[in-house]
T-cell receptor, first 110, second 114 residues
């Protein structure tokens, strides 16, 4: 069964304090792993797609990495505006559905 | 760019009432889907469509109907609303289902069933 687990559920950081969010997945052949950011009252906003182990993508203070069993979203020197819920999703090669984790709620304190 | 548009943004229903949540996209995407988001449960797939005239069930389809008569529109119907259907509903679209491209989401419909 395809599954996605995210940890931690919640994370509080001081401004400038770097950290990482984890997304572990079990899927019968990975077509793609997707990271989203969700602000309160809004729909998820696409950040990155990763396709194969060893791949990395960067955008401003965010860097996503992928291994065969997990992905990390590294946040370097976060700012309060980075506060949001970060969602991870996977799509298997054998199907056409996307499976989402429950997200990590990030709060960055000034 | 409108992207994915959902209406209404908020709705309150009484138990037993029916209603339709609207979703439209202007990106010519083949793949469209409906999710519900509940605290601690993440996004759960209700129904999806891989193209006009083709729909299929997701993880939690009971109590919901969909149809896809055009590429642009994918409405979700609640047949007889129940309090357990109180949730935030998101519509998403992407290129063909096997394209490994990300989904784009609307801003949701917040639905309360009394």
């Amino acid at each position: 069964e395809d599954q996605v687990t995210q940890s931690p559920e919640a994370l509080r950081l001081q401004e400038g304090e770097s950290s990482s969010l984890n997304c572990s997945y079990t899927v019968s052949g990975l077509r793609g792993l997707f990271w989203y950011r969700q602000d309160p009252g809004k729909g998820p906003e696409f950040l990155f797609t990763l396709y194969s182990a060893g791949e990395e993508k960067e955008k401003e203070r965010l860097k996503a990495t992928l291994t065969k069993k997990e992905s990390f979203l590294h946040i370097t020197a976060p700012k309060p505006e980075d506060s949001a819920t970060y969602l991870c999703a996977v799509q298997a090669v054998t199907g056409n559905q996307f499976y989402f984790g429950t997200g990590t709620s990030l709060t960055v304190i000034p | 760019n409108a992207g994915v548009t959902q209406t209404p943004k908020f709705q309150v229903l009484k138990t037993g009432q029916s209603m339709t949540l609207q979703c439209a996209q202007d990106m010519n995407h083949e793949y469209m889907s409906w999710y519900r988001q509940d605290p601690g449960m993440g996004l759960r797939l209700i129904h999806y469509s891989v193209g006009a005239g083709i729909t299929d069930q997701g993880e939690v389809p009971n109590g919901y109907n969909v149809s896809r008569s055009t590429t642009e529109d994918f409405p979700l119907r609640l047949l007889s609303a129940a309090p357990s259907q109180t949730s935030v509903y998101f519509c998403a679209s992407s290129y063909g289902p096997y394209s490994n491209q990300p989904q784009h989401f609307g801003d949701g419909t917040r639905l309360s069933i009394l």
